[in-house]
């Protein structure tokens, strides 16, 4: 990790202080990603300032494909003299990742660090603050007289869960709720239907004649440049269509407010995640193999154990990791990874 994203993790004397937070992101080759990553990390710090008992620490690390890795988080804030962390997954939808590959993390720094220990904060969305900085990046495109004559299309990552890709379509239906537009669909950039172009193209059957995109994505990363170059293509195609883009949700003071109440919400024991419709869990149909199956941790090329040297393929080009997880907890409720 370079030095000017070092901060100081040990404990503050003379304040009473609850367990550390780490904020643990999946990573991206986009160097622009990174620096929003570590720019929210600042801006959850500096909020966490304004907390009575606020955290003892916050810290920031990253599954694969940038630095640093999880493990070099971990180990400074053990170095620190922190036991106990609470970790918060910093994804919108508790898709793989959340559910599996951070758990599986988590139970790996476990082992390498014995008396530690880990508490684990639910997926950010969906959540009203999310809805409304949504709402704000479709102002900045698009004049609020013509949200009567405006379809939104809401694109999310997509992954292999189905749960995960139906929250995508709640977040849609909450964001046309009470805001006056046209309608809202939604679609998906990988590992799900329907894509960015079947949807617009739905959009467009339905009668639009202007469209706004607003990608579900916290940060800038190959994903998120696929939306835009697939929304741009199908403008080109159909020139009587007025397509626009909306931007990211971007490292916010709002986005850092909801991290922390993630992170109070473990304080306090309060998680209610619903497992109801959790692959993991249930044997939804053409997903029955999933129940209970054992997963492993990414490895990360900054990983002194990654076995494998550079990783042979950037998941930021949409693996929805569906892998399930031996004691398959997915950190739903109150429990220790």
Known sequence: MTDDIRHDISPAPGR???PPLLIIGHGTRSSLGVAEFHELVDLVRKSAERQVVPPAAVAGGFLELAPPPLTQSVAELVAAGHRHISVVPLVLVAAGHA???VPAALERERRRNPG???DYGRALGPHPALQAAMDTRVDAVLDRSLRSETMLLVVGRGTTDPDANAELAKVARLLEEGRDFAGVEYGFISLAE???QAA????RRLGATRIVVVPYFLFAGVLPDRVVAQT???AAEHPELDVRSAGLLGATTELADLVLERWSEIQGG????NCDTCLYRTALPGFEAKVGAPQTPHDHPDDPTHPHGDHAHDHAHGHGHGHGHGAHDHGHGHAHA
Do not use: I, N
């Open 16 to 18: 009473p202080q609850a």
């Open 99 to 101: 559910k599996g590959d």
């Open 116 to 118: 530690v220990t880990f």
């Open 194 to 196: 329907p894509g960015v």
């Open 200 to 203: 617009l193209e739905l959009c």
């Open 232 to 234: 741009v293509a199908y």
């Open 270 to 273: 309060d998680l209610r995640s």
